[in-house]
């Protein structure tokens, strides 16, 4: 009797902690295309956060994260629970393509809730 109420009591547990660690992610998907809409791989996505996105002064550098597009143009970003508010259980992150001189040639701001799978595009001009 004491050996299933400590199974039924780790398996509990184990699905506890599998349904928080689940919520506290969430996925960006960031298509890059260029100006007639053709996906463009092997493009360096870089996700900036609120605490390192500066209009003026960013450099792929300072990016928390840089993942490189696929052959369909997509740089899949996962997004840790780090990067959320306590509180509201939001982020706001900054996704940009730059140019070979680090030059910003697009950027998008995205508020992602925890557990959510958003997407957005980019154009490489």
Not at 13 to 32: E, F, I, N, P
């Amino acid at each position: 009797m004491k050996k299933y109420l400590i199974i039924i009591m780790v398996a509990v547990l184990g699905m506890t902690m599998t349904s928080c660690l689940t919520k506290t992610k969430a996925t960006v998907d960031v298509q890059v295309v260029d100006i007639l809409g053709v996906p463009q791989d092997g493009q360096v996505v870089c996700m900036f956060t609120n605490d390192d996105w500066d209009e003026y002064t960013r450099v792929p550098a300072d990016a928390s994260k840089r993942v490189v597009t696929d052959a369909n143009g997509v740089a899949s970003f996962n997004i840790q629970g780090i990067y959320f508010d306590v509180l509201d259980k939001t982020a706001t992150l900054y996704f940009a393509i730059f140019d070979g001189d680090d030059k910003c040639v697009d950027y998008k701001a995205i508020t992602v809730r925890q557990g959510d799978k958003e997407s957005l595009k980019l154009t490489k001009k």
